[in-house]
């Protein structure tokens, strides 16, 4: 089991920046793909950016890309989503989620996570 708890949501300004933090517990994360995936009400869930266990292999939506990155730290069991230029259609729930390394199914599709955190709600305000 893996349990994943994020912070660093809050309350921005569009344009400004934010980084989501995603610490893991009661397992390394080391062997596992991180995603980071958003929702907003009567939608479903939105994948937004993956990273492989070595960090050396991120994929993103192509609605956060160039402004969104996605990234980890092994040693301190935990991933990050710096989010930078942020829009108003960016304002979600933000979840964490992790999976095994040799699952084969696309990153982005969020049934192929084993693992998710509670969320961390991000309002961006004009």
């Known amino acids: 089991q893996v349990q994943l708890v994020e912070s660093g949501g809050g309350l921005v300004q569009a344009g400004g920046s934010l980084r989501l933090s995603c610490a893991a517990s009661?397992?390394?994360?080391?062997?596992?793909?991180m995603g980071w995936f958003r929702q907003t009400p009567g939608k479903e869930r939105e994948f937004v950016a993956s990273?492989?266990?070595?960090?050396?292999?991120?994929y993103y939506a192509d609605s956060v890309k160039g402004r969104f990155t996605i990234s980890r730290d092994n040693a301190k069991n935990t991933a990050y989503l710096q989010m930078n230029s942020l829009k108003l259609e960016d304002t979600a729930v933000y979840y964490c989620?992790?999976?095994?390394?040799?699952?084969?199914?696309?990153?982005?599709?969020?049934?192929?996570?084993?693992?998710w955190g509670q969320g961390t709600q991000v309002t961006v305000s004009s």
């Open positions: 989620a992790a999976r095994p390394s040799w699952y084969t199914e696309e990153v982005y599709l969020p049934d192929s996570y084993d693992y």
């Open positions: 009661r397992r390394t994360i080391s062997s596992y793909v």
């Open positions: 990273i492989n266990p070595s960090g050396g292999s991120t």
